[in-house]
């Protein structure tokens, strides 16, 4: 990877529907090399996709909860089991394994407090591979970045 694929990539983070002669004219390059090089960034996984990014509150999900997740034992088995279990809630955001004296990270949404908790008590709660939930409560947030800082690669 060269700095225009670099280049390429911090313009797709902030503008992924650009048009292909746009953003080759912002690199100086010509649409059919652009191109090429923005598909092989596809095929080779540099770009996984590309989505909308939606304003969470805009659309009722006012609740940002972090929840730290201990499991029963550390066993390929219920790590699978539990990971397996998260991909399958769409309120989970962002499932992580962490050091410490938790297992898991979980970034959750919800609209309200009410429907977090019924959300730990129904989904969460009903998995016997979690011995234990401690939950944070996300009071503001400052920022959120979806760009990675790839000019200081």
Known sequence: MDS??????AILQKQGRIAISEL????NMSDT????RVRKLEQTGVISGYAAQIEPKEVGLNVVVYAFVR???NSDHHAERFETAMQSLE??????????????VLKI??????SYESF??????????IAGIESTVVLKQNFSRNT??????
Do not use: F, W
Not at 24 to 27: H, I, V
Not at 33 to 36: D, E, G, K, Q, T
Not at 91 to 104: I, K, L, N, R
Not at 120 to 129: A, D, F, Q, Y
């Open 148 to 153: 990675l800082p790839l000019k200081n690669l």
């Open 109 to 114: 949404v919800a609209s309200d407090l009410l």
């Open 33 to 36: 090399p652009c191109l090429r």
């Open 24 to 27: 080759a004219a912002r690199l």
């Open 91 to 104: 309120q989970v955001m962002e499932c992580s394994v962490v050091t410490g004296a938790h297992d898991y």
């Open 4 to 9: 225009k694929d670099l280049n390429i990539l």
């Open 71 to 73: 499991l029963t034992e």
């Open 120 to 129: 730990v008590k129904k989904s969460l709660g009903s998995l016997n591979c």
